[in-house]
């Protein structure tokens, strides 16, 4: 298994940290600003891991962050991280489901409102080294006739060499959002950029963000290695399983957030102080219960701490 990065080694590409970042609207706003060149301004605060599905037996669609502007154009702004290989058909299916949600019943279809589908990825999807590329509707026999329908959907390449036609704001972006570093924003020369950077900045310093981000990867462990985690780190600590301040220190285990040291813990990725006394009321009670933490969790680091504890080894 693949270590999990700490909230602080997050990048932009980070589906969480962008969707964390991203449902500012005033960084949203910079950030469209820069990627299509006029102002964006947006009517309603932007969500983030928005939901939409027509039916419940169709595949939903959880948009990374979704906004509308003024004009009533709506925008969906996506990070991938992978090239899965059906990127044009899934923006496709994104742009339908935005579509599917505009129109009540009896409305015209004058009245369906443009719509910008935007990925970013750290791979050139089409392999001709731009950083934008920028897709409408078409005529095949006819060259330069559009269909005006008011879909639009546009792929970012951070990976990009061919600079014709992008302002070198949106190259800094791309390369900001690959490595989200403070020094890379103050070499954009970007006050967009910049205030990028304290957005993220916040974000990262923030406790609550630090159990969310914990409490998502806690939901893709397996349910039986978390029961079985959740069963021991109650019975080490002799607590209510309702009580519900015990759930940062669960999310901790089974992020992997833990360092043990010398009997000691220290919740890297929060620095929520609930977490870190439960833990050492953890350790504290399995001075009694060895064998339940050896044989139940699934921490090999926590077994070795325990082991050495109790001055042997498995």
């Excluded at 070198?168 to 900001?176: G, T």
Aim: with cysteine; hydrophobic share 35%.
């Amino acid at each position: 298994m693949n270590r999990i990065k700490t909230l602080q080694e997050l990048n932009l590409l980070d589906r969480f940290l962008f969707s964390e970042v991203m449902a500012d609207n005033e960084i949203l706003e910079d950030v469209l600003e820069i990627i299509l060149g006029h102002p964006v301004p947006l009517k309603d605060k932007a969500q983030a891991e928005k939901e939409l599905r027509r039916t419940p037996q169709n595949k939903s669609v959880y948009f990374d962050v979704y906004g509308e502007d003024i004009r009533d154009v709506a925008y969906d702004l996506e990070v991938q991280q992978k090239n899965t290989k059906d990127l044009p058909k899934r923006t496709r299916y994104y742009n339908g489901m935005i579509d599917l949600n505009m129109l009540h019943p009896g409305e015209d279809y004058s009245q369906l409102k443009d719509a910008y589908v935007i990925m970013v990825m750290p791979f050139d999807l089409f392999g001709e080294g731009k950083y934008k590329y920028t897709f409408h509707m078409s005529c095949d026999e006819i060259p330069g006739l559009k269909l005006h329908d008011g879909a639009t959907r546009i792929f970012l390449n951070t990976h990009g060499t061919d600079a014709e036609g992008v302002s070198e704001e949106l190259i800094q972006l791309l390369r900001y959002f690959e490595q989200t570093t403070e020094e890379n924003a103050a070499a954009s020369h970007s006050q967009k950029i910049e205030n990028l950077q304290k957005r993220v900045e916040e974000i990262k310093r923030n406790e609550e963000v630090g159990i969310r981000y914990m409490n998502a990867f806690e939901e893709k462990i397996p349910f039986k290695v978390l029961d079985k985690r959740r069963k021991t780190f109650f019975a080490l600590t002799e607590i209510d399983e309702k009580d519900s301040d015990v759930l940062a220190a669960i999310t901790a285990i089974n992020s992997g957030f833990i360092q043990w040291d010398e009997g000691s813990v220290c919740v890297k990725a929060t620095r929520c102080k609930m977490a870190t006394l439960l833990l050492n009321r953890a350790l504290e009670s399995a001075k009694k219960s060895f064998y339940l933490a050896e044989d139940s969790t699934s921490n090999p680091a926590l077994a070795a701490t325990l082991a050495s504890m109790k001055g042997g080894h498995r």
